[in-house]
């Protein structure tokens, strides 16, 4: 811990995680906000909210940030893949909290902005997560739950670097990943399955009602998919040892799939 926080590597990571979740949050929420807004030029004063036009925005902001950004931080832009790359032990303990932080900031300052830009809209809700009229408690937590998990999975498994089959763009694949999330959740939950960009939403519009939900949800879809990915469908040859030196040290080699061939591994070793 001690050595990540005095490298400005580290310091980079965490402000493009709070800078491309700022632009991700006002670009996305923005765009589902936009629907109360009048067109004039078409004469329309009333509109129902598009849903594709909503998950395109948010899946597409995320595919951009995530190339605009990987480099830099990894693009986790959500507390919920943060916390399943921490389970991969992919990240360190600090920098997992470290994000989460810069997410949860980045998401109050997006969501401040956009109230500001939108001050004029009425019943300005700012994105607010909230379950739709029928819907109780336990079925937004499992809607949340299964949304979620596809995402991390997702992230999981295209950017495992142990895999030589992956063509195209992982950022892209990730932004359909959270496009679909959005087709399935938004008219049950206003979809979450990030508890930054909702806590964004409920902080500033001072509206916590059914808050755990999209906190809970997220959690638990996203430590399901990195245990079931890490330990049953493409398990890693590491102790808890091994483990336990990823979580405070934050360095970590690459290492490949558990095989019949012994000679093939490459354990996980901190650098």
Known sequence: MASEFRKKIFWRAVVAEFLAMSLFIFISIG???????????????TRSQDNVKVSLAFGLSIATMAQSVGHISGAHLNPAVTLGLLLSCQISIFKALMYILAQCLGAVVATAILSGVTSSLPGNSLGLNA???GINAGQGLGIEIIATFQLVLCVLATTDRRRNDVSGS???????????GHLLAIDYTGCGINPARSFGSALIGNNFE?????WVGPIIGGASAALIYDFILAPRTSDLTDRMKVWTSGQVEEYDL??????????????
């Open 131 to 133: 379950l739709s009229e």
């Open 31 to 45: 765009s589902a906000l936009g629907f109360n807004f009048p067109v004039v030029a078409n004469k329309t004063s």
């Open 258 to 271: 558990e095989g019949d061939d012994m000679n093939s591994r490459v354990e996980m070793k901190p650098k």
């Open 170 to 180: 992982a950022p892209l694949a990730i932004g359909l990943s959270v496009a679909l």
């Open 210 to 214: 059914n808050h755990w939900i999209f």
